[in-house]
């Protein structure tokens, strides 16, 4: 009997673990990648595994906003496939180290389509493109070639089959980059050829200043076909020491449907790291097990999200905003650990290190949804963001390729790495380091905190964008605080909670709206609070409108502004039916996905909604909520409201789909609003966690039940510990 016992204990835990790396669902088919790459989605289209380095896929001849991310369905164009791609953002940077196949050998540059000759450009036949998570295929119209891709973290795999051609390449373009990217240094460093002097291998390194500004990259490349590689210098473009800017491996002749390989790993720190990173995570050419793999992986990150749902476009809206929060934040060190840190120094890490955090946008939703999806890398980014502040004297604020560009407003890595501390993942740092690094971020005398210091708020006469710099600032001394309590520092908590009310000094009673002030004390005139002049008034990215509810902090204190609570429910009502109208020569395009003035398609009113559950009036919060996912979320190219800023939009979803969403900082519970799914099975530390939704319909849009684990519950959230725990959240729906 106790044999009999052994082995069914020895099958189910096989069952088990089969279970964990292959996943009985696809659920990589339920993904439309295509989602936001129209209208002002910006996002990316092509291969890579979760969180990858590598971003392999197409890059366009256009390089403006509509392209940040290299791909735009409104244009069939490609310059290349680039290795590194953003996601989502307002501003472009990367598409490092390019490759394209041809038959024949073109002049070099990034061509256009007026002179149809130049450069090495094509257009991609679009009705035969192929785009899903992992993997990416197009068939170029002017060399007749079909390209595919797939990718592992650190490593670029392409296939191309050739026509039948007397003189095909592949051509490396490490000069073109795309919107800000500027290339300041090449190299073709090293060569590898075989007994009859034709190329095999060869590695090199891409230098550029942009959004980044001294980003550096090296690759390894590999081509399963050997041949004759020659350097081309463009004259147009040439600097000092003459680099060389594109190689041009010959392949000489090829038969009809010839297919050949090429695999490209990179590295943020060598090109004998790149070497390294090849040889661990792609040593052979079989491009169909990659293939396989990458999805097995995509699979394995999105079944961490089990929805019951018969809408395929509803799945599909859901399982996409799962796959586009998990593009970035991505890894950014070598497979033995060595990166690149923010001083340009090459160091040892005994973690995993990242890039590309957006901060601005993904503190709102998108990191404290990876604290529920992915505990595992939690530790990871808490000791990420340590170590930036050691390197560069701060927390990150928009981090990008060891780089930090400064872009945006407040200091929201302080928010994220406060969030992480409250809910346990310390990186294995002690409360003195992990008070160090806030404390020092929060009172570096640069990006207007010095005035803030000295006046205690922003003057808007002296600084702009005063009113969104310290409210932000504001957020994340409220985050401070409630780290600071945590850690047990009740001195520091209380200074931090007493700083965290500086937006009071912008209230205006007469106009109930946050208003620039001058040093003098005075507001600033003229006043419009329907107006705005992107990126040089007062606010980011917003209108007046929108920033009277940056205070997610301090509700109560807002709530006092207003005199009553009545009066606020009665101001937020007004917000959502106010005119719809952003006035302003230089209006921001950023202030979109409107419902009156509150600006669905921009981070800054994300939380805004939420407002009404913590008033009381959690009704108003599901009403609003529902008509946001009608008209802001669809399975199609234009599919979202704004920018996806990598994750933030579709975090938003993810997390309200759930029927809750965090909305004070550093404080660890998230607010009832309006679940958008019958049954969610979530993968939790603890177990799992199942959401239901008991008679939701369109009208049963309401919450007039909770229980938590069988038992009734009273409270209109949840706390963080309570999710991850595992266990059943149920929600009686009603009218």
Same mark, same amino acid.
């Given at each position: 009997?106790? /044999?009999?016992?052994?082995?069914?204990?020895?099958? %189910?835990?096989?069952?088990?673990?089969?279970?964990?790396?292959?996943?009985?669902?696809?659920?990589?088919?339920?993904?439309?990648?295509?989602?936001?790459?129209?209208?002002?989605?910006?996002?990316?289209?092509?291969?890579?595994?979760?969180?990858?380095?590598?971003? $392999?896929? !197409?890059?366009?001849?256009?390089?403006?906003?509509?392209?940040?991310?290299?791909?735009?369905?409104?244009?069939?164009?490609?310059?290349?496939?680039?290795?590194?791609?953003?996601?989502?953002?307002?501003?472009?940077?990367?598409?490092? *180290?390019?490759?394209?196949?041809?038959?024949?050998?073109?002049?070099?540059?990034?061509?256009?389509?007026?002179?149809?000759?130049?450069?090495?450009?094509?257009?991609?036949?679009?009705?035969?493109?192929?785009?899903?998570?992992?993997?990416?295929?197009?068939?170029?119209?002017?060399?007749?070639?079909?390209?595919?891709?797939? =990718?592992?973290?650190?490593?670029?795999?392409?296939?191309?089959?050739?026509?039948?051609?007397?003189?095909?390449?592949?051509?490396?373009?490490?000069?073109? #980059?795309?919107?800000?990217?500027?290339?300041?240094?090449?190299?073709?460093?090293?060569?590898?050829?075989?007994?009859?002097?034709?190329?095999?291998?060869?590695?090199?390194?891409?230098?550029?200043?942009?959004?980044?500004?001294?980003?550096?990259?090296?690759?390894?490349?590999?081509?399963?076909?050997?041949?004759?590689?020659?350097?081309?210098?463009?004259?147009?473009?040439?600097?000092?020491?003459?680099?060389?800017?594109?190689?041009? &491996?010959?392949?000489?002749?090829?038969?009809? @449907?010839?297919?050949?390989?090429?695999?490209?790993?990179?590295?943020?720190?060598? *090109?004998?790291?790149?070497?390294?990173?090849?040889?661990?995570? $792609?040593?052979?050419?079989?491009?169909? =097990?990659?293939?396989?793999?990458?999805?097995?992986?995509?699979?394995?990150?999105?079944?961490? %999200?089990?929805?019951?749902?018969?809408?395929?476009?509803? /799945?599909?809206?859901?399982?996409?905003?799962?796959?586009?929060?998990?593009?970035?934040?991505?890894?950014?060190?070598?497979?033995?650990?060595?990166?690149?840190?923010?001083?340009?120094?090459?160091?040892?890490?005994?973690?995993?290190?990242?890039?590309?955090?957006?901060?601005?946008?993904?503190?709102?939703?998108?990191?404290?949804?990876?604290?529920?999806?992915?505990?595992?890398?939690?530790?990871?980014?808490?000791?990420?963001?340590?170590?930036?502040?050691?390197?560069?004297?701060?927390?990150?604020?928009?981090? $990008?390729? @060891?780089?930090?560009?400064?872009?945006?407003?407040?200091? !929201?890595?302080?928010?994220?790495?406060?969030?992480?501390?409250?809910?346990?993942?310390?990186?294995?740092?002690?409360?003195?380091?992990?008070?160090?690094?806030?404390?020092? +971020?929060?009172?570096?005398?640069?990006?207007?905190?010095?005035?803030?210091?000295?006046?205690?708020?922003?003057?808007?006469?002296?600084?702009?964008?005063?009113?969104?710099?310290?409210?932000?600032?504001?957020?994340?001394?409220?985050?401070?605080?409630?780290?600071?309590?945590?850690? @047990?520092?009740?001195?520091?908590?209380?200074?931090?909670?007493?700083?965290?009310?500086?937006?009071?000094?912008?209230?205006?009673?007469?106009?109930?709206?946050? /208003?620039?002030?001058?040093?003098?004390?005075?507001?600033?005139?003229?006043?419009? !609070?329907?107006?705005?002049?992107? /990126?040089?008034?007062?606010?980011?990215?917003?209108?007046?409108?929108?920033?009277?509810?940056?205070?997610?902090?301090?509700?109560?204190?807002?709530?006092?502004?207003?005199?009553?609570?009545?009066? +606020?429910?009665?101001?937020?009502?007004?917000?959502?039916?106010?005119?719809?109208?952003?006035?302003?020569?230089?209006?921001?395009?950023?202030?979109?996905?409107?419902?009156?003035?509150? =600006?669905?398609?921009?981070?800054? @009113?994300?939380?805004?909604?939420?407002?009404?559950?913590?008033?009381?009036?959690?009704?108003?919060?599901?009403?609003?909520?529902?008509?946001?996912?009608?008209?802001?979320?669809?399975?199609? *190219?234009?599919?979202?409201?704004?920018?996806?800023?990598? #994750?933030?939009?579709?975090?938003?979803?993810?997390?309200?789909?759930?029927?809750?969403?965090?909305?004070? !900082?550093?404080?660890?519970?998230?607010?009832? #609003?309006?679940?958008?799914?019958?049954?969610?099975?979530?993968?939790?530390?603890?177990?799992?966690?199942?959401?239901?939704?008991?008679?939701?319909?369109?009208?049963?849009?309401?919450?007039?039940?909770?229980?938590?684990?069988?038992?009734?519950?009273?409270?209109?959230?949840?706390?963080?510990?309570?999710?991850?725990? #595992?266990?059943? &959240?149920?929600?009686?729906?009603?009218?």
């Amino acid at each position: 009997m106790k /044999r009999f016992f052994f082995v069914l204990a020895a099958f %189910v835990a096989l069952l088990a673990c089969d279970c964990c790396s292959r996943p009985a669902v696809d659920y990589a088919a339920f993904v439309n990648p295509k989602i936001g790459s129209g209208g002002h989605g910006h996002v990316f289209v092509g291969a890579n595994v979760p969180f990858g380095f590598v971003q $392999l896929g !197409p890059t366009s001849i256009p390089i403006g906003w509509d392209w940040c991310s290299g791909y735009h369905v409104s244009d069939s164009t490609v310059i290349g496939f680039s290795h590194t791609h953003l996601s989502g953002t307002g501003i472009g940077d990367l598409f490092d *180290v390019t490759v394209m196949p041809t038959t024949g050998r073109p002049t070099p540059g990034r061509g256009t389509e007026d002179h149809p000759e130049t450069g090495a450009w094509s257009y991609a036949d679009r009705t035969k493109e192929v785009c899903e998570p992992g993997y990416y295929s197009v068939p170029l119209e002017r060399w007749n070639v079909v390209a595919e891709m797939t =990718a592992t973290t650190r490593v670029g795999f392409h296939r191309y089959t050739y026509p039948a051609s007397d003189d095909a390449f592949l051509v490396f373009d490490l000069e073109n #980059g795309g919107c800000y990217d500027m290339v300041t240094e090449t190299g073709f460093d090293e060569v590898v050829r075989d007994e009859e002097g034709r190329v095999t291998a060869f590695g090199g390194h891409r230098f550029s200043h942009g959004w980044a500004d001294n980003q550096k990259v090296f690759f390894w490349a590999e081509v399963s076909r050997p041949g004759e590689l020659a350097e081309e210098i463009n004259p147009e473009t040439v600097r000092p020491g003459r680099e060389p800017r594109y190689g041009y &491996l010959s392949l000489g002749k090829t038969e009809p @449907g010839e297919q050949v390989l090429l695999k490209v790993a990179l590295s943020p720190v060598s *090109v004998d790291g790149a070497k390294a990173n090849m040889a661990a995570e $792609l040593p052979g050419w079989d491009f169909e =097990a990659t293939r396989k793999a990458a999805r097995q992986a995509w699979n394995k990150e999105l079944s961490c %999200v089990n929805l019951t749902c018969d809408d395929p476009d509803a /799945r599909a809206v859901f399982y996409t905003a799962l796959y586009h929060t998990m593009v970035a934040p991505s890894v950014f060190n070598d497979v033995d650990g060595q990166y690149r840190g923010s001083d340009d120094v090459v160091r040892q890490g005994d973690f995993q290190n990242y890039t590309t955090f957006s901060l601005w946008d993904t503190y709102r939703a998108a990191m404290p949804l990876m604290t529920i999806l992915h505990p595992e890398r939690c530790n990871d980014i808490t000791k990420t963001f340590y170590h930036i502040y050691k390197e560069q004297g701060d927390l990150p604020v928009w981090h $990008l390729m @060891g780089n930090e560009t400064d872009c945006m407003v407040g200091n !929201p890595g302080l928010i994220s790495f406060a969030d992480n501390i409250v809910k346990g993942f310390d990186g294995g740092l002690s409360r003195e380091q992990l008070l160090q690094a806030m404390i020092a +971020t929060a009172t570096r005398p640069d990006r207007g905190q010095d005035l803030r210091m000295q006046y205690g708020f922003i003057p808007s006469d002296l600084f702009n964008e005063s009113v969104a710099f310290d409210m932000e600032y504001a957020v994340a001394d409220g985050a401070l605080s409630n780290a600071a309590a945590y850690l @047990g520092d009740a001195a520091t908590a209380d200074a931090y909670r007493e700083r965290s009310h500086s937006y009071r000094h912008f209230w205006d009673p007469e106009t109930q709206f946050m /208003r620039g002030r001058l040093a003098d004390g005075s507001f600033r005139t003229p006043f419009n !609070p329907l107006g705005s002049d992107h /990126r040089s008034d007062d606010y980011t990215e917003g209108t007046a409108w929108q920033y009277i509810w940056l205070v997610p902090q301090d509700v109560e204190g807002l709530v006092e502004l207003f005199g009553s609570r009545e009066a +606020t429910v009665a101001k937020l009502d007004s917000l959502f039916l106010a005119s719809s109208v952003v006035e302003g020569e230089n209006a921001s395009m950023d202030i979109s996905g409107l419902i009156g003035q509150y =600006a669905h398609g921009n981070e800054p @009113g994300h939380h805004t909604i939420y407002l009404y559950s913590m008033l009381g009036e959690p009704d108003k919060a599901a009403d609003r909520i529902r008509q946001v996912y009608k008209e802001m979320y669809f399975n199609d *190219v234009e599919g979202l409201a704004g920018n996806e800023d990598v #994750g933030q939009m579709s975090a938003w979803y993810l997390l309200s789909s759930f029927g809750f969403y965090q909305v004070e !900082p550093a404080v660890p519970r998230f607010w009832f #609003g309006a679940p958008n799914y019958e049954k969610m099975e979530i993968k939790v530390a603890g177990g799992t966690f199942t959401i239901t939704a008991k008679g939701l319909s369109d009208e049963n849009r309401y919450i007039r039940g909770v229980k938590l684990n069988g038992k009734p519950y009273d409270l209109p959230y949840i706390n963080y510990k309570d999710i991850v725990a #595992g266990g059943t &959240l149920e929600y009686t729906m009603g009218r």
